[in-house]
C-alpha cells in the first residue's frame, strides 16, 4: 500500500463520516429544532418598530413586572395608567416545545392580569407583551422560569 492509496482511503473515509453526520441529523427527531416564529422574516422586517416600542415602555416612570403566585403568572402594568385603556397581546413561547405555545389578548378589569396555571407548564418561557395604551406602542419582553 502507497500513500496515494492512504489518501483517497482517508477521503473516502471522511466523506462516509460527513454522509453519517448528515443523514442522522436529519432523521433522528432529538435534533429537530423549530424557529421561533413561522413567519421569521416577516418578523425580521418590523424588528425597528419593536426596538421603538421598547424605548418606549423604557420611559415609563413605572415599568410592568410580574410574579408567579400559586394560581399562575401575574402581569402587572403601570398603577399610574388607565387600565380599561390598555390593549394588546401576550404571547407565552416555550423554546422547548412549540405545541404549547400560546396568545392571549389583554382585557383588563384591574391594574393586573392574570394568566392561569393551567396553560402553564414547569420550565422555561419567553414572554412578550405587546401593548397600546392612548395609541401609543409598547413593548415587554422577559424570560421566565415557570
Do not use: C
Not at 399610574?80 to 383588563?108: C, M, W
Amino acid at each position: 500500500m502507497n500513500w496515494g492509496t492512504g489518501i483517497v482511503l482517508a477521503f473516502i473515509g471522511f466523506i462516509g463520516f460527513i454522509m453519517y453526520f448528515i443523514i442522522t441529523m436529519n432523521v433522528n427527531d432529538k435534533y429537530d429544532h423549530d424557529l421561533v416564529t413561522d413567519d421569521y422574516y416577516a418578523e425580521e422586517l418590523t424588528y425597528q418598530n419593536d426596538i421603538e416600542k421598547l424605548k418606549n415602555a423604557n420611559n415609563l416612570s413605572e415599568k410592568i413586572i410580574y410574579e408567579k403566585s400559586n394560581s399562575g403568572i401575574k402581569i402587572i402594568f403601570p398603577k399610574d395608567l388607565d387600565h380599561k385603556k390598555i390593549t394588546g397581546k401576550v404571547f407565552l413561547y416555550r423554546p422547548s416545545n412549540k405545541q404549547l405555545d400560546f396568545e392571549t389578548a389583554i382585557s383588563l378589569s384591574g391594574t393586573y392580569l392574570l394568566i392561569p396555571d393551567n396553560r402553564l407548564v414547569d420550565g422555561r418561557w419567553n414572554m412578550k407583551i405587546d401593548w397600546q395604551y392612548n395609541g401609543k406602542s409598547y413593548l415587554f419582553k422577559a424570560a421566565l422560569n415557570y
